[in-house]
């Protein structure tokens, strides 16, 4: 059995305690795990100590593929080392290393000694394929690692936070979790289920107006992602309804319940949209404009509004007018990927029309400035300062994918499919800019279309 040797290292500007624990907590397999070949997590124990175990299922190509892995060895700021016990490998053992610098500054290395299976013939076949996506995989990793470490130190806090959320199993609310676990914070998730209480979880019914707070401790703040999907099906008078009521409803009981308690949460962050705006066509759009007067339009000002309790309360309150979130694990992104990587493709209508856009890590990363900086309360725009429009994003992304982009799916095909509900997402054109992200001091981690692309894809 030939085994192969490959490292990736990089320096991080963070103490190498720092970076040693945020492998250590929780959440830290899914921050690392990458959005165009995403993991799911079977099970897990023991963290990353001698012994502990955990249990993935990798959807890397049409067949997922089940990978089992044992933690033998655990140095506290210096190594730790997991084996594969089963997966697609003959051997693979893995060393993260970590290099003190200075108080500042620290290396990492991950070195994997790996052998394929079916020698040697799946050597000759699998190597280069191996090795190419092994980079991709370790590269992503180390820019993810680094950024968000860059972004917890610049929050540093004495005391971690309690945090509430709605909507963690959604898109966004999947990512932040681990984002914000990783960084020490203790995440409690409301759900509308029968709760594990061991996983933080409590119960609520917004269409019944139940929510109970009285035995869930402390909260420092409250994230409140979660609405019916407004992108999917057609907009009939029953589809409006839940749109509303899964905004309005879940927002207001929200918003009286906190405004309410002893010791009220200092801020409370409201997911909107960028619908707010409407259909605007080339005008530039910061928060101090007026909503617009399409159906998007007022279920977002309904579902602003619905915080006026928390406000009153003098709770911080912000709300967060959410752009195109991009992902190719859902969203725009997600049901685009296909039929680019297809080579059928292509721009929507004239695509003159702007689509204000943000990838996932920044949506994440801006949440996460707006948590904590203090001056920030009412609306703010989740986007980044360069929007594009239609034709510029089927170009880039048809560029990165190296394929054609030749086709345009015809305005009329987009109202006959998907009637108001297309009109006002696909063929609407609303140009946004980030304002308040802008004048607080946010740094994007990627600001050009071109550049987020290929760090969510892996073609860097």
């Given at each position: 059995?030939k085994?192969?040797?490959?490292?990736?290292?990089?320096?991080?500007?963070a103490?190498?305690?720092?970076v040693?624990?945020?492998?250590?907590r929780?959440?830290?397999?899914?921050?690392?795990?990458?959005?165009?070949?995403?993991?799911?997590?079977?099970?897990?124990?023991?963290?990353?100590?001698?012994?502990?175990?955990?249990?993935?299922?990798?959807?890397?190509?049409?067949?997922?593929?089940?990978?089992?892995?044992?933690?033998?060895?655990?140095?506290?700021?210096?190594?730790?080392?997991?084996?594969?016990?089963?997966?697609?490998?003959?051997?693979?053992?893995?060393?993260?290393?970590?290099?003190?610098?200075?108080?500042?500054?620290?290396?990492?290395?991950?070195?994997?000694?790996?052998?394929?299976?079916?020698?040697?013939?799946?050597?000759?076949?699998?190597?280069?394929?191996?090795?190419?996506?092994?980079?991709?995989?370790?590269?992503y990793?180390?820019?993810?690692?680094?950024?968000?470490?860059?972004?917890?130190?610049?929050h540093?806090?004495?005391?971690?936070?309690?945090?509430?959320?709605?909507?963690?199993?959604?898109?966004?609310?999947?990512?932040?979790?681990?984002?914000?676990?990783?960084?020490?914070?203790?995440?409690?998730?409301?759900?509308?289920?029968?709760?594990?209480?061991?996983?933080?979880?409590?119960?609520?019914?917004?269409?019944?107006?139940?929510?109970?707070?009285?035995?869930?401790?402390?909260?420092?703040?409250?994230?409140?992602?979660?609405?019916?999907?407004?992108?999917?099906?057609h907009?009939?008078?029953?589809?409006?309804?839940?749109?509303?009521?899964?905004?309005?409803?879940?927002?207001?009981?929200?918003?009286?319940?906190?405004?309410?308690?002893?010791?009220?949460?200092?801020?409370?962050?409201?997911?909107?949209?960028?619908?707010?705006?409407?259909?605007?066509?080339?005008?530039?759009?910061?928060?101090?404009?007026?909503?617009?007067?399409?159906?998007?339009?007022?279920?977002?000002?309904?579902?602003?509004?619905?915080?006026?309790?928390?406000?009153?309360?003098?709770?911080?309150?912000?709300?967060?007018?959410?752009?195109?979130?991009?992902?190719?694990?859902?969203g725009?992104?997600?049901?685009?990927?296909?039929?680019?990587?297809?080579?059928?493709?292509?721009?929507?209508?004239?695509?003159?029309?702007?689509?204000?856009w943000?990838?996932?890590?920044?949506?994440?990363?801006?949440?996460?400035?707006?948590?904590?900086?203090?001056?920030?309360?009412g609306p703010?725009?989740?986007?980044?300062?360069?929007?594009?429009?239609?034709?510029?994003?089927?170009?880039?992304?048809?560029?990165?994918?190296?394929?054609?982009?030749?086709?345009?799916?015809?305005?009329?095909?987009?109202?006959?499919?998907?009637?108001?509900?297309?009109?006002?997402?696909?063929?609407?054109?609303?140009?946004?800019?980030?304002?308040?992200?802008?004048?607080?001091?946010?740094?994007?981690?990627?600001?050009?279309?071109?550049?987020?692309?290929?760090?969510?894809?892996?073609?860097?």
């Amino acid at each position: 059995m030939k085994t192969k040797i490959f490292k990736k290292q990089s320096e991080i500007n963070a103490p190498v305690e720092e970076v040693f624990k945020w492998h250590a907590r929780p959440g830290a397999i899914e921050r690392l795990s990458p959005p165009w070949d995403p993991l799911e997590i079977i099970s897990q124990t023991g963290g990353i100590h001698i012994g502990a175990e955990v249990k993935m299922r990798l959807a890397a190509g049409p067949i997922p593929i089940k990978w089992h892995a044992r933690h033998v060895d655990y140095q506290e700021n210096i190594s730790f080392k997991d084996l594969q016990v089963k997966g697609p490998f003959s051997k693979w053992i893995h060393t993260h290393r970590f290099k003190d610098l200075d108080r500042t500054k620290c290396i990492l290395e991950d070195s994997i000694e790996y052998a394929l299976p079916f020698h040697p013939l799946g050597t000759v076949v699998m190597k280069p394929f191996v090795e190419k996506k092994l980079k991709q995989i370790f590269t992503y990793r180390h820019n993810t690692t680094t950024a968000d470490i860059a972004d917890h130190l610049s929050h540093k806090q004495k005391n971690p936070l309690r945090i509430l959320i709605s909507g963690a199993s959604g898109l966004l609310g999947s990512t932040l979790i681990p984002f914000l676990t990783t960084g020490g914070h203790h995440v409690m998730q409301l759900v509308r289920r029968p709760p594990n209480k061991k996983r933080g979880e409590i119960q609520w019914d917004p269409a019944n107006g139940r929510l109970d707070l009285d035995n869930a401790g402390p909260i420092d703040a409250v994230i409140h992602l979660s609405g019916e999907n407004i992108g999917e099906g057609h907009w009939t008078r029953e589809k409006k309804k839940r749109i509303i009521d899964s905004r309005v409803q879940s927002t207001r009981l929200i918003s009286e319940t906190i405004s309410k308690m002893k010791s009220p949460p200092r801020v409370f962050l409201s997911a909107s949209a960028i619908g707010y705006y409407g259909h605007r066509e080339n005008i530039l759009l910061d928060e101090s404009d007026k909503p617009g007067k399409d159906f998007i339009s007022e279920v977002c000002h309904m579902w602003e509004t619905s915080t006026d309790a928390a406000v009153q309360a003098g709770i911080r309150t912000t709300s967060l007018r959410i752009g195109i979130v991009l992902s190719p694990q859902g969203g725009a992104l997600g049901k685009l990927l296909l039929p680019f990587q297809m080579g059928i493709g292509g721009k929507i209508s004239t695509g003159k029309q702007y689509m204000s856009w943000i990838g996932i890590d920044d949506a994440v990363g801006a949440i996460y400035h707006v948590l904590f900086e203090e001056k920030i309360s009412g609306p703010v725009n989740l986007v980044v300062p360069s929007p594009a429009t239609n034709k510029e994003f089927t170009h880039v992304l048809a560029k990165v994918l190296s394929r054609p982009a030749c086709f345009t799916v015809p305005a009329l095909a987009v109202n006959t499919f998907f009637g108001e509900m297309g009109r006002e997402t696909i063929l609407s054109s609303t140009r946004v800019k980030p304002g308040v992200l802008s004048e607080t001091g946010y740094s994007f981690r990627h600001p050009d279309l071109e550049g987020a692309l290929r760090h969510l894809l892996g073609k860097t």
